[in-house]
């Protein structure tokens, strides 16, 4: 059998094509025609080893042909196809790059359209592309250093944190006139587009975005927060709920985004929102209500809002951060723990009692997990695991995981453990998290990359790697999707991508 030598850009590998095919035809005749002829598995391999001859194979119709390669892995498939003009039209087969993608976990290829829309060129791209980022990620650790390019635009005109929708391609900011626009990072020159209209300018806005996995094209909830000054030092805020889809081609792919507003009301109590979390038909706000100089978590139910005055559920006690763990469930990092809170379980109400007696006699805990000084500066967003749901927390110059799984008796369980420590010489860390990496930014330092893993005990991670940032913005972020290989990190000149497919070009060509 003749051997077929491959250049992969790291190492010379030596490919057997009749041996990859064997196991290929074997498998698929096994499965095939067990239900029919009953064949063993050991003569479908003996039927197999006589079809991979000189022309054995290519007695097969092409629908065999095609059917075959979908039983090679993707690695396979790509060596296969450089052996001749027949299984080189298999290996670019839509049935088998729609096959290759539908095995593929959900965190590891994100598909925003119906995967009936996409070509085979489309799904063999998006799929590769994931796994370019995998070897450009181990890359950075060497040394080497992914494709920067630089999005213009001055970042005195961003006026809070940027959102970066999952799959990597929509970056959503807003802006100092009190727009939300998004870029299209796979455009070769992105540029800003409007997605919800201007208001006052200098407003602090906070975001959150809610995924709908009911749809099957992209879409999600997004919940702004507008604060302005009204004289005074006193601050106005403004809650919006928009609905974003996307604008859709003659081929029903994605070409830009369109937001629709479902829900507007004003922020009670006034102030600056610190925090902001969306889920379903809940919204919870951490609030600086300076005219009591206190701190508030406010929830509610967005949907409705009859008017002013309306029904709210309030937590009192200083929060450091939170989230919605579910519509009902709160998760909040404060001093002395992380503790989760039943929202419906509040009685509502509709003006901000003064004073933390009455709101703290009611605050139900579900379950808590103390600490002692306990001093968090970021948490992370959620991710859901079969078992459980997960958060890193920055804290105590550690980052870290948050396990919290929920109990046949509908109690729930909070387990933390170490990801890494984070030097004592960096403060203020903030952090962006997806899938098993993360960047954390200290102020006044550079973006570190990390491998970490969620499970415990288990400290198998690549060294940190650093991107150099400018000095500290405010607002300032740092944003990254491990499904595209993409970070976004703020710089003089922009905003930096950092492309972590850009490496090597022997997946490239294929």
């Given amino acids: 059998m003749a051997t077929l030598n491959i250049t992969t850009g790291i190492t010379l590998l030596a ?117 370019r980022a995998e070897v450009g990620y181990k890359m950075v650790s060497k040394g080497l250093a992914p494709r920067r390019q630089v999005i213009p635009l001055s970042l005195k005109d961003i006026a809070g944190p940027a959102h970066l929708v999952r799959g990597g391609r929509w970056l959503l900011l807003a802006t100092y006139h009190g727009a939300i626009v998004y870029y299209d990072l796979e455009a070769e020159s992105p540029v800003s587009r409007a997605l919800t209209p201007e208001h006052e300018e200098g407003a602090l806005i906070s975001i959150a975005v809610d995924m709908d996995s009911t749809s099957p094209t992209l879409r999600f909830n997004l919940a702004v927060s507008r604060n302005f000054s009204i004289g005074r030092g006193d601050l106005r805020g403004v809650v919006e709920v928009w609905q974003v889809g996307l604008v859709l081609d003659g081929n029903n792919l994605g070409v830009g985004l369109h937001a629709e507003r479902l829900a507007s009301f004003d922020q009670e109590p006034p102030g600056r929102c610190r925090r902001i979390s969306l889920l379903g038909e809940q919204i919870a706000m951490t609030i600086f209500y300076m005219s009591h100089s206190e701190v508030y978590t406010v929830c509610v139910a967005w949907r409705s809002v009859p008017g002013p005055d309306y029904p709210k559920r309030i937590l009192h006690p200083s929060i450091e951060a939170m989230c919605l763990l579910h519509p009902d469930v709160l998760l909040s990092i404060q001093t002395d723990g992380i503790k989760l809170t039943s929202c419906l379980s509040l009685p509502e109400v509709t003006t901000v009692p003064r004073g933390s007696g009455y709101i703290l006699q009611t605050w139900p805990f579900l379950t808590t997990l103390p600490f002692d000084s306990f001093f968090p500066s970021d948490l992370s967003a959620r991710f859901l695991f079969p078992d459980s749901c997960r958060f890193l927390v920055c804290a105590n110059h550690q980052v870290l995981a948050v396990v919290i799984r929920s109990q046949a008796n509908g109690t729930y369980h909070i387990e933390t453990f170490k990801v890494l420590d984070v030097p004592e010489s960096l403060y203020d860390v903030q952090i962006c998290v997806s899938g098993d990496f993360l960047t954390f930014w200290p102020q006044d330092g550079d973006v570190h990359l990390q491998q970490f893993s969620w499970e415990k005990n288990d400290a198998t991670s690549f060294p940190a790697a650093k991107f150099t940032a400018s000095p500290y913005y405010e607002p300032c972020f740092q944003l990254f999707d491990i499904i595209s290989g993409r970070l976004l990190i703020p710089d003089a000149e922009g905003l930096a991508l950092h492309d972590f497919t850009r490496f090597y070009s022997y997946l490239t060509s294929v």
């Avoid at 698929?28 to 001859?53: M, P, Y």
């Avoid at 042909?65 to 060596?79: A, F, G, M, P």
């Fill in 15 to 131: 490919v057997e094509p009749g041996i990859i095919l064997t196991r290929a035809i074997a498998t698929f005749l096994h499965h095939q025609t067990r239900r029919f002829l009953f064949l063993s598995l050991r003569n479908a391999r003996c039927l197999a080893r006589q079809w991979t001859g000189e022309r054995g194979l290519l007695l097969l119709p092409d629908e065999l042909l095609t059917e075959v390669v979908t039983q090679l892995e993707w690695q396979d498939i790509l060596h296969v196809r450089q052996t001749c003009q027949r299984l080189n039209f298999a290996s670019r087969s839509l049935f088998v790059w729609r096959s290759i993608v539908e095995r593929a976990s959900p965190e590891l290829l994100w598909l925003e359209c119906p995967i009936s829309t996409y070509s085979s060129n489309d799904l063999e791209f998006l799929f590769l592309r994931r796994k």
